[in-house]
């Protein structure tokens, strides 16, 4: 799916879930964010667990990496993809982001 198709889906979703899925895509390979980053790009700096829910129901890896984000203090968070926390870290490194 390209980026456009997918942004054209996305339309499908709740605006809270766009907006994460849209601050992900922000994310350039290599790199990574926190799920406060996320919060805080869109403004809502107190809704990091909800970040972390939308991210979990991400229909649209790998253009929307949510694999890039991780907890604030550094370690992988969480995965609900198949594969778990070790396919994220996987990913990660493969990236070279870890």
């Not at 550094?74 to 996987?90: D, Q, R, V």
Request: proline share 8%.
């Amino acid at each position: 799916m390209t980026r456009e198709e997918v942004l054209k889906k996305m339309k499908e979703h709740t605006p809270f879930r766009q907006a994460v899925w849209k601050a992900c895509m922000r994310i350039p390979e290599g790199q990574t964010r926190s799920y406060k980053w996320i919060a805080q790009q869109i403004g809502r700096p107190g809704a990091v667990r909800a970040v972390g829910s939308a991210l979990g129901k991400n229909p649209f890896a790998p253009v929307v990496p949510c694999h890039r984000v991780i907890k604030a203090d550094g370690s992988p968070g969480g995965f609900s993809a198949p594969g778990g926390l070790a396919a994220k870290i996987k990913l990660l490194k493969k990236e070279k982001a870890l």
